[in-house]
């Protein structure tokens, strides 16, 4: 930064230590600088609109959606009841959801490496909710952002109460809203509904955590707002290592655009020394987060877009060239070089594609069934018509969105015996799990040891193989010779 501030004169941008070592919107005391930003508009808003749209039908139709009968998403820790895409998961599956997890974190790497925080400006749900819902509404009732501004500064008169009144009235009940959509996506939509229907007497506890996410949801959205990508997600502390000059963001063109001056018509601003750059401060006034970008990439920058939208109306009304500020790699704005698919990003891929393909290995292994077969406490052997027999408890998980019919046999040692209590097949339903038990005999010549190891085998009705289970069988202790 220092040679930039070099290259194009004093005074130009700001020092290095005045913007790195502060965050743009804490003031020098501490206090909070609130922000402002102008109602954007533009090419880019339009798409980040769409996609905001697109985003929020997705994330208020998932919920109502189902695949063979169980819920396209659904995530209940409390309960251990996890569907993706209406694939049941157990918590026998954590190794496979904890690999899922890691290979996103390396898809979000590898995609911060090579677009930056484009993730932040476009698909993100503080960004999402903050900037196409909650910007939205506040634009609606209490202006643009000199009117805002004047009506933060004025006593609270008639005007200031209902417009803040109405404001933060509608903040609760979106925060309301979304904290419902929340819990139908860890509870299902049934419970929630029912747990709207018996309310607080009911479900006090369910009611007390709903408040508290409202609550939160409210002050994030209506007071926190930026701070929460400036200074807790840590994902924008992890893009200052990710990112390099090979990394695309949204940078400002300043061997184009300084000398800043500002604009005069008809004035031949090349011939005059100027640069392109009017210094209108319209990026600035437009950042959501407050910062200028124009004093190179920032810890606070979301890559929104807005200021790329700002700067080409400008530019356009002055007859200059759009693209002043646009998505562009460091190498490019400094040495003219277009983007390159790094030796860095290269590896950053081959780990993912290993990862992805480890994955999709485990959930075609994963078997639709899970069998064990444990002797219950304090049992023991006893004998009966020449055999040995134990008692064994089974527990039966149907992985499978279909109810199957099983049967046990002991595929090793030989001469095994199931005897069933009942039917010999076994009804499974679909997700569920099944217990039960059932007793094992040995011919006693077949026993030659205190404990035998035993492999039982579960059979669907065709005669198929589904899962193995080894365990112990116990016999009478025989003196060797």
Request: positive net charge.
């Amino acid at each position: 930064m220092a040679n930039k501030e070099e290259q194009i004169g004093a005074g130009q941008v700001i020092h290095a230590e005045t913007f790195r070592d502060s965050v743009s919107t804490i003031e020098q005391s501490g206090s909070r600088k609130w922000v402002y930003p102008k109602k954007p508009k533009g090419k880019f808003t339009n798409y980040r609109d769409i996609v905001t749209f697109i985003l929020l039908a997705i994330f208020f139709i998932t919920p109502f959606l189902k695949i063979n009968g169980n819920a396209m998403l659904k995530i209940n820790i409390i309960d251990r009841e996890f569907f993706i895409f209406g694939q049941p998961f157990y918590p026998q599956d954590f190794f496979i959801l904890a690999l899922g997890a890691i290979t996103s974190l390396v898809f979000i790497i590898l995609f911060t490496v090579i677009f930056g925080r484009i993730f932040c400006g476009w698909i993100c749900p503080q960004t999402i909710f903050m900037e196409g819902v909650f910007r939205k509404i506040e634009f609606w009732i209490e202006g643009d952002r000199n009117k805002q501004i004047r009506l933060a500064s004025q006593p609270w008169n008639a005007e200031k109460i209902w417009k803040k009144g109405l404001k933060w009235s509608v903040y609760v009940v979106i925060s309301l809203i979304i904290t419902h959509w929340m819990f139908m996506y860890i509870v299902g939509v049934e419970d929630t509904l029912k747990i709207m229907r018996g309310g607080p007497v009911e479900y006090p506890t369910n009611f007390i955590v709903m408040v508290i996410f409202t609550g939160l949801f409210y002050f994030v959205f209506a007071w926190f707002r930026e701070q929460v990508c400036t200074l807790v997600c840590p994902y924008g502390r992890l893009q200052g290592v990710l990112i390099d000059k090979e990394t695309v963001n949204v940078f400002y063109d300043y061997k184009r655009g300084e000398n800043r001056a500002k604009w005069r018509k008809g004035e031949d601003r090349k011939a005059a020394g100027k640069g392109d750059c009017i210094d209108c401060n319209q990026c600035v006034v437009v950042c959501p987060t407050g910062i200028d970008i124009r004093n190179g990439q920032q810890l606070e920058c979301i890559n929104c877009t807005m200021c790329i939208d700002a700067c080409d109306e400008v530019m356009i009304k002055t007859g200059l060239p759009t693209g002043l500020i646009r998505y562009a790699t460091e190498d490019e704005i400094e040495k003219e070089e277009k983007f390159k698919f790094t030796n860095r990003m290269k590896a950053y891929s081959l780990v993912l594609l290993a990862l992805v393909g480890v994955l999709g290995f485990l959930l075609n292994n994963r078997g639709g069934l899970e069998a064990k077969f444990i002797k219950p406490a304090g049992s023991s052997f006893y004998v009966k018509d020449g055999k040995i027999n134990n008692t064994y408890n089974y527990t039966f998980l149907n992985k499978t969105n279909d109810d199957k019919l099983v049967t046990i046999k002991v595929i090793e040692p030989k001469h095994g015996e199931v005897i069933f209590s009942g039917n010999s097949t076994i009804a499974l339903k679909r997700d569920k799990i099944t217990k039960g038990t059932v007793n094992v005999s040995f011919p006693e010549k077949e026993v030659n040891q205190p404990k035998l190891i035993v492999t039982f085998g579960v059979y669907d009705s065709k005669g198929k193989l589904l899962d193995t289970f080894e365990t112990n069988f116990e016999g009478p202790f025989k003196l060797q010779f």
